[in-house]
C-alpha cells in the first residue's frame, strides 16, 4: 500500500532545504529554551484507537520527542468504544486548546485524527498557527520501511499485534516502546525478549512505572513486618468491557476505510466482527489477554521483580461458566475462545535460594478474597480492587497497584510504628503523566535499560499467558517445567498461535 502522505524532510539536517524549514515549530528548530533536533528521539506511532490517542496527548508535549507518522487501519472511524461518551474527546480538545474540537462528533479514533491532533499541536508553536508533517499509513510494514530516519515506534495496537510489530521494528534497529503485554502467547513474549537482547534497542514496558510502593513494602517484608512471606492476593473488579460467551454468527460489512485484513495480522481469516475490534478484542483469546494482562501488568510488574518470582511451577484457575437452554435443556457452554466473566488464578512459586515458597492469587469480574480478621477488626470491608500480602505473622494491605500500603489491623501497625506509605503526589502524578521524568528518554537516547526493559519481562509474561491456557483449557492445573506443560501435553498448543501464512515470527 502506498503512504497517503510522503514524510516530511525538516528533519534531514543540513541538506534540508530552506523551504522546508519553513513549516518546523520553533520548539523543533531549537533555540532558547528548546531542544535541538538533533537530540530529538523522532517516533512513529502504531495504533491510534482511543487508548492510543489517550497516550499520544502525553507524549506530544515532551520537547525530547517528535512524532512524525503514524499508522492504523482504521482512517477515521464512527464505530470506536471508550470508557465514556465525551471524555476522550475533551481531553484531547484541553491539549490542543481547542474546546470545540470535533464536538459532537463520534469518540474520535484512527490514523487520520492522530494526524489531525500531532499537526494541530505542533502547530500551537507556529506564528501561523498550522504545521503541515505527520505521514500516514495503513501498514506498520509500509512505515518501517519508508521512514528509515525514525529512531522509535510507539506499540498501542491490540494485543495479538504487539509481538509482530515490535519484532519488526527492532529488526529495522528502532527503539520500541510499548503497552500491555508484551505478547498474549508465551512463545511471542519469549521471541520479543530474545530480540531485545540480540539487537540491543532501546525498549520501554509502559506498566512498568508503578511500583514505589511495592519497594516500600518489600523492605518492611524484608525487616519482619509481617514474618515468612507465604501469599500475595491481588483482585480486579475488570472487565469493563462485554465479555462474549459464543461466536458471531452474523456477518456484518467491513466499515469503510477500515482494513480488517490488516487488523487481523497474523490471525487466520474470520469475517468481520465489531464485537473483535476496538476496546473489545481483550476479551478473545485470539486477540487479547483478558484482565489479567490489561491490568495485571500495572500491579504486578514490581511484584514480579521484587519478591523474585522467576520459577514458576504450577498454575491452576476457576473460571465462570455460562449456561444455555436447547430443546428444552440446560447445558453449559464450552468455551475456549473467549476469557470467563470472572475468575481466580493461582500461580506457585516453590522455595528458592532468596526467599520461601510464594503463592500469588489474581481475582477478576469483582472476585475478591475473604475478608480478613484484620479488616473486620478495624471494622472495614476489602475495597473492590487491591493488594494484599500474607506473612506468618501478619499482612499488608493496599489498593490495587497497592497505592497507600498499610499494614493491618492498625493496632499492629501502631505496634511496629509503621505508618501507611504516603501516597504520591498530586503534582508528581501530573508530572509522571505528562512524562516529564520519563526513564525511557536517557534509554532511547542511548543511556542504560530502565526498570521497563523488555528483558525483565520473561516470568510475569509467562506467568499471564499460562493462566489463559489454563482457563482455556476449563481451569485445568497445568505443571510447567519452565518450557511445557508436563501434565497436559494437549494445552503446550496454545504457547503460539496457528499463523496466517506470511505472517510467521522468527528470530
Known amino acids: 500500500m502506498k503512504s497517503e502522505m510522503n514524510r516530511r524532510t525538516f528533519l534531514g539536517g543540513a541538506a534540508a532545504s530552506t523551504a522546508a524549514f519553513t513549516i518546523v515549530p520553533s520548539h523543533v528548530l531549537g533555540g532558547a529554551g528548546t531542544v535541538p533536533p538533533s537530540e530529538k528521539i523522532t517516533f512513529a506511532y502504531i495504533g491510534c484507537g482511543t487508548q492510543g490517542l489517550r497516550e499520544m496527548v502525553s507524549l506530544l508535549p515532551m520537547p525530547q520527542v517528535q512524532i512524525v507518522a503514524v499508522c492504523d487501519p482504521e482512517k477515521d472511524g464512527v464505530n470506536y468504544v471508550d470508557w ?4 476522550l474527546r475533551r481531553d484531547i480538545a484541553d491539549a490542543l486548546g481547542k474546546p470545540d474540537w470535533r464536538k459532537g462528533g463520534p469518540i474520535p479514533g484512527g490514523r487520520d485524527v492522530a494526524k489531525e491532533i500531532i499537526e494541530l499541536y505542533y502547530g500551537k508553536e507556529r506564528a501561523s498557527g498550522q504545521f503541515k508533517g505527520c505521514s500516514t499509513y495503513v ?13 522509535a ?10 509481538a509482530t510489530v515490535a519484532l519488526a521494528a527492532m529488526k529495522k534497529g528502532k527503539h520500541v516502546m510499548m503497552h500491555k503485554p508484551l505478547a498474549n502467547r508465551l512463545t511471542e513474549a519469549r521471541l520479543l525478549i530474545e530480540t531485545a537482547r540480540k539487537t540491543k534497542v532501546g525498549t520501554y514496558f509502559l506498566p512498568a512505572s508503578a511500583g514505589e510502593n511495592i519497594r516500600t513494602v518489600a523492605g518492611w517484608i524484608r525487616e519482619g513486618a509481617i514474618g515468612t512471606l507465604r501469599e500475595i492476593h491481588n483482585w480486579s473488579y475488570r472487565p469493563v468491557w462485554p465479555q462474549y460467551a459464543t461466536i458471531p454468527t452474523d456477518t456484518p460489512p467491513v466499515p469503510k476505510d477500515f482494513d480488517w485484513d490488516l487488523w487481523l495480522g497474523p490471525s487466520l481469516p474470520r469475517p468481520y466482527h465489531p464485537h473483535y475490534t476496538h476496546a473489545v478484542f481483550r476479551g478473545w483469546y485470539e486477540f487479547g489477554g483478558g484482565s489479567i494482562a490489561d491490568m495485571g501488568h500495572y500491579s504486578l510488574w514490581p511484584v514480579f521483580r521484587e519478591f ?3 520459577n514458576l511451577a504450577v498454575v491452576e484457575s476457576t473460571p465462570s461458566h455460562v449456561c444455555t437452554v436447547e430443546n428444552g435443556v440446560c447445558s453449559k457452554i464450552k468455551n475456549d475462545f473467549a476469557f470467563p466473566y ?14 520461601p515458597a510464594v503463592d500469588l492469587f489474581w481475582y477478576d469480574g469483582s472476585m475478591r478474597p475473604p475478608t480478613p480478621p484484620e479488616v473486620e477488626e478495624d471494622n472495614k470491608e476489602l475495597e473492590s480492587e487491591g493488594m494484599m500480602f500474607v506473612g506468618d505473622k501478619g499482612k499488608i494491605l493496599g489498593g490495587f497497584r497497592c497505592e497507600n500500603p498499610r499494614i493491618i489491623p492498625e493496632r499492629r501497625a501502631r505496634e511496629l510504628g509503621k505508618a501507611a506509605a504516603k501516597p504520591e503526589s498530586e503534582e508528581r502524578g501530573r508530572a509522571r503523566g505528562r ?14 535499560p530502565s526498570y521497563g526493559d523488555f528483558t525483565l519481562g520473561g516470568p510475569i509474561s509467562d506467568a499471564f499467558n499460562l493462566g489463559a491456557i489454563s482457563l482455556r483449557m476449563g481451569g485445568k492445573r497445568l505443571v510447567w517445567d519452565g518450557n511445557k506443560i508436563t501434565n497436559l501435553p494437549a494445552a503446550n498448543k496454545y504457547l503460539t498461535r496457528e499463523y496466517r501464512k506470511g505472517w510467521e515470527l522468527t528470530a
Open 84 to 87: 465514556s461518551r465525551d471524555g
Open 139 to 151: 501498514d506498520f510494514r509500509e512505515l518501517l520501511e519508508k521512514e528509515k530516519g525514525i529512531d
Open 153 to 162: 515506534v510507539k506499540v498501542m495496537t491490540p494485543d495479538h499485534l504487539h
Open 308 to 310: 523474585s518470582l522467576d
Open 342 to 355: 470472572a475468575c481466580t488464578m493461582r500461580f506457585k512459586f516453590p522455595a528458592k535460594a532468596d526467599r
Open 435 to 448: 512524562g516529564r521524568d520519563a526513564v525511557w528518554v536517557k534509554t532511547f537516547q542511548g543511556g542504560a
